[in-house]
């Protein structure tokens, strides 16, 4: 392919990078998506104990709301899971009632591989470091741990609201509302509050919120948490469970020094238990997990399991000049309704979504220019179709989890191939089809072999036909 392309653009040699060998796969089955998708919520609204006599006399009542329904009038008999051979069921761990019913609301029949191999370890208090992507199932797998062990372990009788009992460490603020949401889906009936602290939201808000009842699960981005925990609002002593999510990810972005600040507060890593995932194994990262885990046990889930089986794969060569109307007509002719277009800076995202929109086309753009209250905005639009194109960075749209995103479009190729698995990632979820087609350019083009190493295969690359190449109409100029 490389030789096809050089032809086509007259190019000389261009170094392919550097490709890490694939860690061992892990062949039990590919990995369906089991997230759940819910609105966006800071605080849970998860029903508490009497409150304490420091709680705020107006939290209390705000509005009318309906009860609950009440876990006892469930029965584990109600949620019937035939055994499969190859399979794992979570009726094959020992999980409360409380816990089931939550997992029986969200049709979850049967473990993805990480849960199964992560649950085995984490259930009987064991720390694990779990190399596996979005997709996977992941997000489930430490909830479910986290929520086992506080509903085991009572909660002290004396503690601060901002006290939380278990820590969750994400880099984006994206990915930290989606665990928030998925966290509060499964402590449903358990009576757990759970919190959510990201930067570009409102301070005052996010502190009420704490100060109105007790945390149990906290999901927080480090710059944000760190701004409660120096302001003394949050404390970090009595963290049982602590989870960094995307461990390889905070690493690029820089995170690091603050997440030692956090981890120094947090009790002794042999008197908490401690879960760490990533979606890549480097040197740096179990350097990190051998210094903040106990003997940790080690799961893997192979990137293609979670995204290229169900992902159909094109690349069209085609002139950077062209690539705008190669998108364009992509988008109208096929009548779209619901894709993703990724490129690697924000400059580029921005000049892309400002076209599209100028075109007639409703678009949005998803990075780190664009403040928090937005991005959540917008998501929830492009999540109920108000939005048809939405372009991205790999940073922002790590971690987005919505179904029913047809296409995957790599405006400009990734130079991390583990951005590109991330990137199909967004579609084929939960075991759908997806179509992914990339742009390969004079000056990205040379980032296909590391691609096709990492994926273990060649992908097709082929000419756009004529009709994908017409000129933009004019009338919306």
């Known amino acids: 392919m490389l030789k096809a392309l050089k032809k086509i653009f007259g190019k000389g040699d261009a170094a392919p990078q550097a490709v890490e060998p694939a860690a061992p796969v892990n062949k039990s089955a590919p990995a369906p998506t089991v997230q759940p998708e819910a609105a966006p919520v800071e605080a849970s609204t998860q029903p508490t104990a009497p409150a304490a006599a420091d709680k705020p006399a107006k939290d209390k009542p705000r509005r009318e709301r309906k009860p609950k329904p009440q876990a ?7 949620f019937v899971v035939e055994p499969q051979e190859g399979k794992t069921r979570f009726h094959d761990f020992k999980l409360s009632n409380e816990l089931m019913h939550a997992i029986h609301d969200l049709g979850f029949p049967y473990c993805t591989p990480i849960q199964a191999q992560v649950l085995g370890h984490t259930l009987r208090g064991k720390d694990a470091i779990g190399r596996a992507q979005t997709g996977t199932g992941k997000t489930a797998a430490f909830l479910i741990s986290i929520i086992s062990q506080l509903q085991q372990t009572p909660p002290p009788k004396e503690r601060y609201m901002g006290e939380p009992r278990a820590l969750i460490i994400a880099p984006t603020r994206e990915l930290v509302v989606q665990i928030a949401k998925d966290a509060m889906a499964l402590t449903k009936y358990s009576g757990l509050n759970v919190m959510s602290f990201v930067g ?5 808000k996010q502190l009420k919120s704490l100060e109105a009842r007790h945390c149990d699960i906290l999901v927080a981005t480090p710059g944000r948490l760190l701004d409660f925990n120096q302001r003394g609002e949050v404390h970090l002593d009595m963290v049982e469970v602590l989870v960094l999510d995307e461990a390889d990810r905070m690493l690029d972005m820089g995170f690091i020094p603050q997440v030692r600040q956090i981890i120094r507060q947090t009790p002794p890593k042999s008197e908490r238990q401690t879960l760490l995932f990533s979606a890549t194994f480097t040197d740096d990262v179990m ?3 051998k ?26 060569a085609v002139a950077g000049s062209d690539k705008y109307k190669l ?31 100028r ?30 194109v939405l372009v991205a960075t790999d940073v922002a749209g790590r971690g987005i989890h919505i179904d029913g995103i047809s296409h995957v479009i790599n405006f400009t190729l990734p130079e991390d191939p583990d951005d590109y698995v991330h990137r199909i990632g967004r579609t084929g979820r939960a075991g759908t089809s997806g179509v992914s087609i990339s742009f390969a350019g004079e000056d990205d083009s040379y980032q296909l072999p590391a691609i096709e190493a990492l994926l273990g295969r060649k992908i097709k690359c082929e000419m756009p036909p004529d009709e994908l190449l017409k000129p933009v109409p004019r009338k919306h100029h």
């Open 72 to 78: 006892s009038l469930w029965k584990p008999e109600d």
């Open 200 to 204: 570009g939201m409102d301070f005052d």
């Open 287 to 289: 350097n990190l997990a």
């Open 291 to 316: 210094q903040w885990t106990t003997n940790p046990e080690i799961v893997e889930i192979e990137p293609e399991n979670v995204a290229s089986e169900t992902v159909e794969q094109h690349v069209y």
């Open 327 to 357: 998108l364009y007509n992509l988008v109208t002719q096929n009548k779209w309704e619901r894709v993703m277009v990724f490129a690697n800076r924000k400059d580029e995202v921005r000049r892309i979504e400002e076209k599209l929109v």
């Open 359 to 388: 075109d007639g086309i409703n678009a949005a753009q998803l990075s780190g220019d664009v403040p928090q209250h937005k991005r959540i905005r917008t998501l929830e639009n492009f999540r109920e179709g108000r939005i048809t």
